[in-house]
């Protein structure tokens, strides 16, 4: 059996016509298994709602789960005007009847939320989950109308995880047995549609993978049955040299390595959940990007090996970072010292980006968020500590170590010696990474784009 797994993101799944070409593009194939995220800004509002509501604003919190009713109810209408089938009203009714559930439920976890002033993070993925278990359901149902075997199945029988809300971890072995389900309904003649990014703890609540997570969930789900390849439908023609909507000069690249990709997708290409290349090396299955809306174009293959003889592949960046510096009371020895700090960070679950160190002194670049002031009050036991929050973090990715002279000598032209408050290099890695203002973040990637695939 030949099984390809397909997935298509936010923009892919933003309205009836885009839905239309997702139907399309599946009919090539032989054995398709469809993951779809929501449709486009319904997570974030999903999240949002769930906020309103914890802070006292139920009123707003139900103005915006109304929005994603009327916006799923009028998608379905618009579909099914455009592609009439005699079994219209069934399907029509058949969908209604699930948006209206899922709101009935939404409501239910809204009103408890602000009865509570709490949203914890069970009921935070939740809410959250919403979005995707709707759009694969509609968007089965809309297969229907266009005459083909299309079946929804319910993401929770199959992606299982621990109980890590908002970041869930899966249950390899558990998916792999459940997975064998959708060979049968292959075997019957339908193409599978599952909803991406969530799962389910062991009693049973929903959990989600984290953002960007149906990417994750399509690389899961490709690993456990074997599938021939990975597609990732989006709307751009694969992974560029750096962020094509910001950096105007990157290119796409033809072909990156499983290691080189996710390095790019950890240190910010959002065209990937960094996790996503993980399932599918494992097996050896190759993963290509694909752009939705220019679909003969052969985007990005990721596999074991590149042919790429490139001094250096892409940047990647992020902003929204912090730099914590901490120095020690006294000269300690440094293992000490530096353990004292690691088991801080470890116990608030923080993962460092980039460190640089001295036996008494150490700088750390990590994403910045609410946790950083209990990471502040731990560290003091150890030494004084600086946190320094409005940072952005630039990765040269995939740098030869013999154009190392070069690069490092083109950053500091590009960059110029001020802008740049931590360097660091790893020849394992092959990862030059820079620390800068924030507020430069973008710019200095430009630039530094510009400086090195001149
Ligand atoms: P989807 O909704 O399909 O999951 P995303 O918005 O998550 O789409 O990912 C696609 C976006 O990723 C692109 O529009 C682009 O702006 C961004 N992106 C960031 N870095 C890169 C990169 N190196 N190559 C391609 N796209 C990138
Ligand atoms: N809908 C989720 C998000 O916005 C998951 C995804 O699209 O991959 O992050
Ligand atoms: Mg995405």
Redesign the pocket.
Known sequence: MNITVLKF????MNDHQTWRKVLEIIRNYEYPVVVV?ATARTTRQLIEAGKSAASGDLEQALEIVETIKNRHRELVEHFLDENPHQKKRLIKESCFKKIDEKVGFLKKMLQYAAKKNDLNPALQDSIAAVGEQVSSYLLAQCGLATNQLTQHIEAKKLIKTDAEYGVANPNRALINQKCGSIETVLDSGFTPIIGGFYGEAPDGTTTTLGF?G?DYTASLIGGAIHAQAIEIW???SG??T????FIEDAQPIDELSYFDATE?AYFG???LHPATLKPAQERNIPVFVKNMFKADEAGTRIGRESASTKDFL?I?FKENMALVTVSAYETVMGYSFLTKVFAALEKLRLPVDAVNTTEASVTIALQANEKLSELSQALIEVGTVHIDGSKGLISLIGCKLQAMDQLSEKVFKALGDNAVDMITFTKEKRILSVVVNENQTVYASRLLHRSVFA
């Open positions: 993101g936010g923009t892919s995220s960007e149906s989006t709307d751009v992974i560029y750096s962020d094509p909507r790019m290409a959002k065209v892409a990647s």
